[in-house]
Antibody
């Protein structure tokens, strides 16, 4: 079964840091782009970042550039999101998703169950 | 703000057909994908590419695209289809990924 399981969420003060992890199983992790997508409470989905199969290419939404860093360890079938200088507006459920890109088609499947990050004093 | 625009809410009578639309310039170059999200659950892809359904998704779900508008059609909506639906694509530059703001579907 293809599965993604996130961990590492929690309560952090503004300006603090947190590292999210995503454990992948049931597929060849090293063959796929991977993404982080977040959802603030009661709001819609927002793509955060993605990373190429070998980690050589990374992209970020403008609001997290310079503060967040996406990385992966293909030997451990794991995806990470290092979040620094956290702000209240970063409060959200963070989902890990397999990012499938085929020419002009791009979709996310599957998604993890999500991990909640709350930034508050 | 999102580069993809969706109507915030749509309703449909049980068993009737409903179309949920998503507008964006990126659809002139990229296909949309569509996600269903029920309360407290992670999103699930229901349509991707030109009109592809993952295994397990009922064939009452279909997708189409014309110009700058992508559409998700549910033919014979069921009570269990009540959910939030999001469209997604690359942005106009192709460098980033964008989501629509979401459409809340109510089945009456």
């Amino acid at each position: 079964e293809v599965q993604l399981v996130e961990s590492g969420g929690g309560l952090v003060q503004p300006g603090g840091s947190l590292r999210l992890s995503c454990a992948a199983s049931g597929f060849t992790f090293s063959s796929y782009w991977m993404s982080w997508v977040r959802q603030a409470p009661g709001k819609g989905l927002e793509w955060v970042a993605n990373i190429k199969q070998d980690g050589s290419e990374k992209s970020y939404v403008d609001s997290v550039k310079g503060r967040f860093a996406i990385s992966r360890d293909n030997a451990k079938n794991s995806l990470y999101l290092q979040m620094n200088s956290l702000r209240a507006e970063d409060t959200a459920v963070y989902y890990c998703a397999r990012d499938i890109i085929v020419a002009t088609e791009n979709w996310f499947d599957p998604w993890g169950q999500g991990t909640l990050v709350t930034v508050s004093s | 703000s999102s580069e993809l625009t969706q109507d915030p809410a749509v309703s449909v009578a049980l068993g009737q057909t409903v179309r949920i639309t998503c507008q964006g310039d990126s659809f002139r170059s990229y296909y949309a994908s569509w996600y269903q999200q029920k309360p407290g659950q992670a999103p699930v892809v229901v349509i991707y590419g030109k009109n592809n359904r993952p295994s397990g998704i009922p064939d009452r779900f279909s997708g189409s695209s014309s110009g700058n508008t992508a559409s998700l059609t549910i033919t014979g909506a069921q009570a269990e289809d009540e959910a939030d639906y999001y469209c997604n694509s690359r942005d106009s530059s192709g460098d980033h990924v964008v989501f629509g703001g979401g459409t809340k579907l109510t089945v009456l």
